[in-house]
Protein backbone atom coordinates (compact mmCIF):
# COMPACT_ATOMS: atom_id res chain seq x y z
CA UNK A 1 0.00 0.00 0.00
CA UNK A 2 1.21 3.65 -0.75
CA UNK A 3 -0.17 6.39 0.90
CA UNK A 4 -0.18 9.95 -0.13
CA UNK A 5 -2.04 13.20 2.22
CA UNK A 6 -3.06 16.47 0.67
CA UNK A 7 -4.82 19.04 1.12
CA UNK A 8 -2.93 20.92 3.61
CA UNK A 9 -2.21 24.51 3.88
CA UNK A 10 -2.61 28.00 5.54
CA UNK A 11 -6.05 28.72 7.54
CA UNK A 12 -7.08 31.32 10.15
CA UNK A 13 -7.71 30.35 13.46
CA UNK A 14 -11.60 29.05 13.77
CA UNK A 15 -10.95 28.12 10.54
CA UNK A 16 -11.74 24.78 8.43
CA UNK A 17 -9.49 22.60 6.32
CA UNK A 18 -9.76 19.11 4.82
CA UNK A 19 -6.90 16.81 4.04
CA UNK A 20 -7.03 13.85 2.24
CA UNK A 21 -5.70 10.62 2.14
CA UNK A 22 -5.12 8.74 -1.49
CA UNK A 23 -4.35 5.23 -0.80
CA UNK A 24 -3.32 2.98 -3.80
CA UNK A 25 -1.65 -0.86 -4.54
CA UNK A 26 -3.06 -3.25 -2.08
CA UNK A 27 -5.94 -1.32 -0.46
CA UNK A 28 -7.49 -4.35 0.37
CA UNK A 29 -4.64 -5.14 3.03
CA UNK A 30 -5.13 -1.60 5.08
CA UNK A 31 -7.61 -2.28 7.92
CA UNK A 32 -6.80 0.51 9.62
CA UNK A 33 -5.96 4.00 8.80
CA UNK A 34 -4.86 6.41 11.04
CA UNK A 35 -3.66 10.17 11.17
CA UNK A 36 -1.32 11.71 13.33
CA UNK A 37 1.01 15.24 13.48
CA UNK A 38 4.03 16.56 14.23
CA UNK A 39 4.38 20.27 15.27
CA UNK A 40 7.93 21.65 14.94
CA UNK A 41 9.82 21.03 17.88
CA UNK A 42 7.50 17.81 19.25
CA UNK A 43 6.85 14.19 19.18
CA UNK A 44 4.99 13.02 16.42
CA UNK A 45 1.07 12.19 17.70
CA UNK A 46 -1.95 10.61 16.85
CA UNK A 47 -5.57 12.09 15.92
CA UNK A 48 -7.44 9.41 15.28
CA UNK A 49 -7.84 6.46 13.52
CA UNK A 50 -10.67 5.00 11.01
CA UNK A 51 -11.55 1.32 10.43
CA UNK A 52 -11.38 0.62 7.13
CA UNK A 53 -13.84 -2.02 6.71
CA UNK A 54 -16.78 -1.11 9.24
CA UNK A 55 -15.70 2.80 9.41
CA UNK A 56 -15.62 3.07 13.38
CA UNK A 57 -13.63 6.20 14.23
CA UNK A 58 -11.44 6.96 17.26
CA UNK A 59 -10.31 10.50 18.33
CA UNK A 60 -7.44 12.21 20.57
CA UNK A 61 -9.41 14.03 23.00
CA UNK A 62 -7.44 17.52 21.87
CA UNK A 63 -9.35 17.31 18.52
CA UNK A 64 -12.61 15.19 19.80
CA UNK A 65 -15.79 17.42 18.39
CA UNK A 66 -13.47 19.29 15.88
CA UNK A 67 -12.03 16.94 13.72
CA UNK A 68 -13.83 14.00 11.70
CA UNK A 69 -12.11 11.38 10.25
CA UNK A 70 -14.33 9.30 7.15
CA UNK A 71 -13.40 6.99 4.60
CA UNK A 72 -14.42 6.16 1.09
CA UNK A 73 -13.81 2.63 -0.10
CA UNK A 74 -14.70 2.56 -3.19
CA UNK A 75 -11.94 5.64 -3.97
CA UNK A 76 -9.22 4.45 -1.54
CA UNK A 77 -9.37 7.90 0.38
CA UNK A 78 -9.32 9.11 3.57
CA UNK A 79 -10.47 12.08 4.55
CA UNK A 80 -9.89 14.36 7.72
CA UNK A 81 -12.21 17.21 7.81
CA UNK A 82 -10.76 19.97 10.78
CA UNK A 83 -12.98 22.51 12.10
CA UNK A 84 -12.76 25.39 15.01
CA UNK A 85 -8.78 25.58 14.46
CA UNK A 86 -6.34 26.47 16.72
CA UNK A 87 -2.58 27.66 16.37
CA UNK A 88 -2.04 24.52 18.56
CA UNK A 89 -3.15 22.42 15.36
CA UNK A 90 -0.37 23.43 13.27
CA UNK A 91 1.90 20.44 12.28
CA UNK A 92 2.79 18.50 9.31
CA UNK A 93 0.18 15.70 9.44
CA UNK A 94 0.46 12.67 8.13
CA UNK A 95 -1.88 9.11 7.35
CA UNK A 96 -0.84 5.94 8.05
CA UNK A 97 -1.62 2.00 7.25
CA UNK A 98 -2.52 -0.81 9.64
CA UNK A 99 -2.06 -3.62 7.78
CA UNK A 100 -1.85 -6.75 10.55
CA UNK A 101 -3.22 -5.07 13.32
CA UNK A 102 -1.04 -6.24 16.23
CA UNK A 103 -1.17 -3.13 18.61
CA UNK A 104 -3.65 -0.77 19.76
CA UNK A 105 -5.67 1.79 16.51
CA UNK A 106 -4.79 4.53 18.52
CA UNK A 107 -0.91 3.79 19.02
CA UNK A 108 1.56 5.43 16.41
CA UNK A 109 3.52 1.92 16.69
CA UNK A 110 0.80 -0.14 15.18
CA UNK A 111 1.28 1.58 11.81
CA UNK A 112 3.56 0.16 9.10
CA UNK A 113 2.75 2.14 6.01
CA UNK A 114 3.55 5.91 6.63
CA UNK A 115 2.57 8.84 3.62
CA UNK A 116 4.28 11.89 3.50
CA UNK A 117 2.73 15.01 5.09
CA UNK A 118 1.19 17.85 4.31
CA UNK A 119 1.83 21.53 6.68
CA UNK A 120 -1.28 22.52 8.44
CA UNK A 121 -0.53 25.91 10.00
CA UNK A 122 -3.20 28.27 11.69
CA UNK A 123 -2.20 31.43 12.17
CA UNK A 124 -3.74 33.45 15.01
Known amino acids: VQLQASGGGLVQAGGSLRLSCAAS????????MGWFRQAPGKEREIVGA????????YYADSVKGRFTISRDKVKSTGTLQMKSLKPDDTAVYYC??????????????????WGQGTLVTVSS
Open 96 to 113: AADTDLEGAVMSLSSYDI
Open 25 to 32: GRTNSMIV
Open 50 to 57: ITWSGGSA
